[in-house]
């Protein structure tokens, strides 16, 4: 098929990324694509498989991005590729025209991309410097739609780093290219690395949970997990958990949630900390006698959490409350952690990117399992 299929160098490929949690709300790596090449700066998400671009054609609905729209040429995927197969086809479609693939992602947020498939190179350098140019399939989009509520990304598209088929990581992987493996570092201070393979591992210190879902589902779903508080059992028992880095806070099912923000509420002194009603960055803020310059000086008033995964022995991720509080300009502390029911988002809980901060996350799908250890990821390998 193609030349570099029989290659078995197994490399890593590292990408420097931008964003934070607040106030921008994500991280975003920069890829080329096409040749010439030109950048575009993706979303990270590894709660989707399909990587997709905003398409410049006639007629297209773009939101506003860092780089002008990919331009197709002729390079449309067929309905009879196996990667269209694998993605989630626009509802009540009109039969399929053979030669295209359609596509439609909608995210938990109700933000959608509708488009079809195409195909084209992506220049990747390795670690080791070497270069190459694989083919890959991705979705070219124009017709992109935002909710009124929801604040419109400002992005080129999103990288779906899913364990589908249709993933980039997915395709590079049956390539042999490299393994299928994926690791992000998200530093509190903005920005912070991904890389997709498997040599940035560390050998030791990693502490490894298996990934259980069922065989249609394809997010990295952990669990069942109990949540303690300042090493106290919160009777908050058997969560199934996903790890999910397009979205920016964590979330967690009604019930969970108010038992947790109850607990929280009761241990704070109303002489430090009060709510901070007129505060509109998230639902539940607090504020001190004077304006907070950083986490660091509200920090003594909350406890730790702990997820504590049963599925395995000793697997617990912390959350310090560095990971799961949040400063806004106006000085105030916001509670990271929202409740997930009431965004529509039925009874999943998300790990989100604030509790994943100063933490090398791997998503290891050779072994099928997911991994994470403190790291400097203002340290770029």
């Not at 210190?205 to 069942?224: C, F, M, N, Q, T």
């Not at 290891?364 to 250890?373: P, T």
Request: proline share 8%.
């Amino acid at each position: 098929m193609w030349p570099w299929n029989r290659r078995s160098y197994f490399g890593t490929m590292v990408f420097p990324l931008d964003g934070n949690v607040y106030p921008k709300g994500d991280y975003q790596a920069t890829l080329n694509v096409g040749q010439p090449a030109r950048p575009y700066s993706l979303d990270i998400d590894t709660g989707s498989d399909l990587t997709w671009l905003q398409c410049g054609i006639q007629g297209a609905k773009c939101l506003s991005a860092p780089h002008s729209p990919y331009r197709p040429n002729n390079n449309l995927v067929k309905s009879n590729d196996p990667i269209c197969a694998s993605i989630q086809l626009p509802a009540n479609q009109p039969p399929r025209d053979p030669d295209q693939c359609d596509y439609e992602v909608v995210y938990a947020d109700h933000c959608s991309s509708l488009g079809v498939l195409v195909r084209d190179v992506f220049p990747l350098k390795y670690t080791n410097g070497s270069v190459v140019v694989p083919p890959l399939v991705f979705g070219c989009g124009y017709d992109q739609e935002v909710p009124a509520s929801t604040h419109a990304p400002f992005t080129d598209g999103i990288l779906g780093l899913g364990s589908g088929k249709a993933s980039l990581v997915s395709q590079m992987s049956s390539m042999g290219l490299i393994r299928n493996v994926i690791g992000h570092c998200l530093s509190g201070q903005g920005g912070g690395f991904l890389f997709l393979g498997d040599d940035v591992v560390p050998s030791s210190g990693i502490v490894w949970a298996p990934i259980v879902r069922a065989p249609s589902e394809k997010h990295y779903s952990l669990g069942p997990a109990d949540v303690l508080l300042g090493g106290q059992a919160t009777g908050i028992k058997s969560l199934p958990m996903i790890f999910d880095s397009g979205s920016t806070f964590t979330y967690l099912n009604s019930e969970a949630y108010n038992t947790l923000l109850s607990l929280i509420k009761k241990n704070i002194d109303p002489k430090k900390l009060v709510d901070a009603v007129d505060e509109k960055a998230l639902p539940v803020c607090w504020k001190g006698p004077t304006p907070f310059r950083s986490i660091d000086e509200a920090k003594s008033n909350f406890k730790s959490l702990t997820i504590s995964f049963t599925s395995a022995r000793n697997v617990q991720l912390q959350l310090t409350p560095e990971s799961y509080l949040v400063r806004t300009d106006r000085g105030n502390v916001c509670l990271g952690i929202l409740d997930g029911t009431e965004a529509h988002l039925g009874d999943a809980n998300l790990i989100g990117d604030i509790s994943m901060l100063d933490k090398l996350v791997i998503y290891d799908n050779e072994n099928q399992r997911v991994g994470w250890i403190p790291y400097n990821c203002n340290r770029i390998p």
